[in-house]
């Protein structure tokens, strides 16, 4: 076919209907683009907003957590430095001020790394600790604050705990031990597996030493993530040490497979942040609902154009053989 056969064949487009139909096209997608792109800025703000809103919830909740589970610590602290020679941790395990459904067990060890007091067993009196990350910490530094530790399964009982632990300070200033609780990641996970996080949503604890504290995956606890460490320079920690909330989307794969929008807060006092995340199929599911719709109307309007181009040639092409 030559260029002249197909100048004629297209001749009766060449007409205003055509060049109106064309200008219509362009208005209807340009329509489109706006509509579905406006519809995900407005869904991503969303959830941003959801996830800030979230986030703080977790934040003061988990901070209270740590400070009622400090207060205990501190409190056994003051009764032990007030009367060293008789003082027993078991005095004390009745007392609902004290033991709680998160913390389970508590424990003293001595200047030298021994156990000296436990609920846990009568056994392990007497037991080597002075490699514990719980101990270490204060047996190398004077200063007097409240250790996290990374989750761990408990030599005894096989239980995954999580150690929090306070420095001892002998009369003279010098260093005596130090006094402990564990911490149940499940029942730390519990404290707010009943706020819902859409389907796919999750929250974790994660330590700025990158350790998985505790995670919830839709409505349940995440063993396999429970002590993960995450790389040194992981987006969480690296966004939390410049700032203390934000948002940000993870990387797919580092923790599971899904894309994630992440909302991220620090805990008050404690080197601590806390973490929510909602899928990326869930964050734009409203957005992609109303883009089906939008396609399905510009498609159908398509479609009138087009019919309405076509009878626009044909009534030309009919033109042209009658002259």
Known sequence: MSWADIGKRLRPLAQPVTYLGIAMLVAIYCALAY???DDRREAYREAERQGSDLVRIFEKSYSHVFK???FSLLFLRKSYEWNTSTFRLSDW???PAIRNTLSFDFVMIGADGRIVDSTISKSIIGADRSQFEGFRVHAESAADQLFIGKPHRMRLTGRWAIALTRRLTAADGSFAGVI?????PAELARYLGAIDLRPGGQFALLGFDGT???RVLNGEIDWKSIGQQFPPRSMAVTYARQTKSGHFWNIPGLVDHDRRLVSFQVLEAFPLIALVSISDAEVFRSAND???VYWIAALLLTAGVLVAIGMGAMHERRLIAAT
Not at 180 to 184: P, S, Y
Request: proline share 0%.
């Open 93 to 95: 395990m009745h007392d």
């Open 180 to 184: 402990g609780t564990f911490l149940d």
């Open 35 to 37: 509509l579905i792109a």
């Open 212 to 214: 998985v504290r505790t």
């Open 68 to 70: 009622s589970l400090d």
């Open 290 to 292: 109303h883009a089906r």
